[in-house]
Nanobody
Framework: QVQLVESGGGLVQAGDSLRLSCVVS????????VAWFRQAPGKDREFVGV????????YGADSAKGRFTISRDNAKNTVYLQMNSLSFEDTAVYYC??????????????????WGQGTQVTVSS
Protein backbone atom coordinates (compact mmCIF):
# COMPACT_ATOMS: atom_id res chain seq x y z
CA GLN A 1 0.00 0.00 0.00
CA VAL A 2 1.38 3.36 -1.04
CA GLN A 3 0.85 6.24 1.37
CA LEU A 4 1.67 9.90 0.84
CA VAL A 5 1.88 12.56 3.53
CA GLU A 6 2.24 16.24 2.68
CA SER A 7 3.60 18.89 5.00
CA GLY A 8 4.97 22.41 4.90
CA GLY A 9 1.86 24.42 4.19
CA GLY A 10 0.96 27.55 6.09
CA LEU A 11 0.08 31.22 5.99
CA VAL A 12 2.55 33.46 4.16
CA GLN A 13 2.59 36.92 2.62
CA ALA A 14 2.62 37.69 -1.07
CA GLY A 15 6.16 37.43 -2.41
CA ASP A 16 7.25 34.86 0.18
CA SER A 17 8.52 31.36 -0.48
CA LEU A 18 7.38 28.03 0.87
CA ARG A 19 8.60 24.45 0.46
CA LEU A 20 6.17 21.57 0.61
CA SER A 21 7.22 18.00 1.26
CA CYS A 22 5.59 14.74 0.26
CA VAL A 23 6.85 11.67 2.07
CA VAL A 24 6.03 8.44 0.27
CA SER A 25 5.89 5.11 2.07
CA UNK A 26 5.14 1.60 0.92
CA UNK A 27 7.03 1.82 -2.38
CA UNK A 28 10.23 3.41 -3.56
CA UNK A 29 9.68 6.55 -5.58
CA UNK A 30 12.36 5.38 -8.00
CA UNK A 31 9.66 3.33 -9.72
CA UNK A 32 6.98 5.99 -9.57
CA UNK A 33 6.05 9.40 -10.82
CA VAL A 34 4.93 11.90 -8.20
CA ALA A 35 2.85 14.93 -9.03
CA TRP A 36 1.58 18.02 -7.26
CA PHE A 37 -1.95 19.30 -7.69
CA ARG A 38 -3.79 22.11 -5.99
CA GLN A 39 -7.41 22.98 -5.41
CA ALA A 40 -8.72 26.41 -4.52
CA PRO A 41 -12.20 26.87 -3.02
CA GLY A 42 -14.87 26.47 -5.66
CA LYS A 43 -12.40 25.43 -8.35
CA ASP A 44 -11.36 22.17 -9.96
CA ARG A 45 -8.20 20.38 -8.90
CA GLU A 46 -5.34 21.81 -10.95
CA PHE A 47 -2.09 20.19 -12.08
CA VAL A 48 1.04 21.94 -10.80
CA GLY A 49 3.92 19.68 -11.80
CA VAL A 50 5.30 16.16 -11.87
CA UNK A 51 8.63 14.42 -11.37
CA UNK A 52 9.90 11.03 -12.44
CA UNK A 53 11.38 9.27 -9.46
CA UNK A 54 14.07 7.35 -11.33
CA UNK A 55 15.78 10.23 -13.14
CA UNK A 56 14.35 13.41 -11.60
CA UNK A 57 13.02 14.80 -14.88
CA UNK A 58 10.15 17.21 -14.38
CA TYR A 59 7.28 18.88 -16.17
CA GLY A 60 5.36 21.84 -14.83
CA ALA A 61 2.19 23.74 -15.55
CA ASP A 62 2.55 27.13 -17.20
CA SER A 63 1.33 28.80 -14.01
CA ALA A 64 4.24 27.24 -12.12
CA LYS A 65 7.09 27.68 -14.56
CA GLY A 66 9.74 30.07 -13.32
CA ARG A 67 8.35 30.13 -9.78
CA PHE A 68 7.84 26.53 -8.67
CA THR A 69 10.42 23.75 -8.69
CA ILE A 70 9.89 20.06 -8.04
CA SER A 71 12.73 17.92 -6.72
CA ARG A 72 13.15 14.60 -4.99
CA ASP A 73 15.41 12.85 -2.50
CA ASN A 74 15.27 9.15 -3.26
CA ALA A 75 17.14 8.27 -0.06
CA LYS A 76 14.32 9.88 1.93
CA ASN A 77 11.60 8.76 -0.51
CA THR A 78 10.45 12.36 -0.49
CA VAL A 79 9.37 14.81 -3.17
CA TYR A 80 9.48 18.56 -2.68
CA LEU A 81 7.67 21.53 -4.17
CA GLN A 82 9.61 24.75 -3.80
CA MET A 83 7.33 27.73 -4.36
CA ASN A 84 8.75 31.23 -4.80
CA SER A 85 7.15 34.62 -5.39
CA LEU A 86 3.83 33.41 -4.04
CA SER A 87 0.71 35.39 -4.81
CA PHE A 88 -2.86 35.37 -3.52
CA GLU A 89 -3.84 33.26 -6.53
CA ASP A 90 -1.64 30.44 -5.23
CA THR A 91 -3.88 29.99 -2.21
CA ALA A 92 -5.17 26.41 -2.28
CA VAL A 93 -4.93 22.98 -0.74
CA TYR A 94 -1.88 21.31 -2.26
CA TYR A 95 -1.90 17.56 -2.83
CA CYS A 96 0.78 15.15 -3.91
CA UNK A 97 -0.16 12.10 -5.93
CA UNK A 98 1.73 9.08 -7.19
CA UNK A 99 1.42 6.36 -9.76
CA UNK A 100 3.64 3.80 -11.41
CA UNK A 101 6.27 5.05 -13.79
CA UNK A 102 5.26 5.95 -17.31
CA UNK A 103 7.35 7.59 -19.99
CA UNK A 104 4.85 10.33 -20.77
CA UNK A 105 4.09 12.99 -18.19
CA UNK A 106 0.49 12.83 -17.05
CA UNK A 107 -1.40 15.93 -15.94
CA UNK A 108 -4.90 14.69 -15.13
CA UNK A 109 -5.85 13.92 -11.55
CA UNK A 110 -7.59 10.76 -12.73
CA UNK A 111 -4.21 9.43 -13.92
CA UNK A 112 -2.97 9.05 -10.33
CA UNK A 113 -3.98 6.26 -8.00
CA UNK A 114 -2.42 7.33 -4.72
CA TRP A 115 -3.05 10.64 -2.96
CA GLY A 116 -2.05 12.46 0.18
CA GLN A 117 -4.46 14.25 2.46
CA GLY A 118 -3.39 17.72 1.33
CA THR A 119 -1.76 20.71 2.99
CA GLN A 120 -3.24 24.21 3.05
CA VAL A 121 -1.29 27.10 1.59
CA THR A 122 -2.71 30.55 2.23
CA VAL A 123 -1.11 33.64 0.74
CA SER A 124 -2.20 36.98 2.12
CA SER A 125 -2.18 39.90 -0.29
Amino acid sequence: QVQLVESGGGLVQAGDSLRLSCVVSGRTISNYVVAWFRQAPGKDREFVGVIRGHDGSTYGADSAKGRFTISRDNAKNTVYLQMNSLSFEDTAVYYCAADRYTYFFRVRSTDYEYWGQGTQVTVSS
